[in-house]
């Protein structure tokens, strides 16, 4: 059974910073894609980050430059460092995971990619 598992949400205020983790098993964590996802009150989810088996990242606009993304495939683990806060960041988080598919040459910030979910985490950003 193949599971994700975040921590490291919480409550920050703007300006501040938060790293979250997301622990993956189930699956060879090695060879699958990876991303966080977050979804604000009343909004669609929307891409954060992706990076892929070769350790290329992607960010959306929103976060270029304040959120970085992270891999440690000996620990199963995948981190999202989120600098610079603003209460716009404020969503729940959510880690999702992916094959590695070489047919597939749309971008990683789109959830197609991910048939595997976490159960998501709050974070919340006051100004």
């Known amino acids: 059974e193949v599971q994700l598992v975040e921590f490291g949400g919480g409550s920050v205020e703007s300006g501040g910073s938060l790293r979250l983790s997301c622990v993956v098993s189930?699956?060879?964590?090695?060879?699958?894609?990876m991303a966080w996802f977050r979804r604000a009150p009343q909004t669609v989810r929307e891409g954060v980050a992706a990076i892929d088996t070769d350790g290329q990242t992607f960010y959306a606009d929103s976060v270029k430059g304040r959120f970085t993304i992270s891999r440690d495939n000996a620990k199963n683990t995948l981190y999202l460092q989120m600098n610079s806060l603003k209460p716009e960041d404020t969503a729940i988080y959510y880690c999702a995971g992916g094959w590695d598919d070489p047919v597939y040459t749309g971008p990683l910030l789109d959830s197609i990619v991910y048939p595997y979910w976490g159960q998501g985490t709050q974070v919340t950003v006051s100004s």
């Open positions: 189930g699956y060879v964590y090695g060879s699958y894609v």
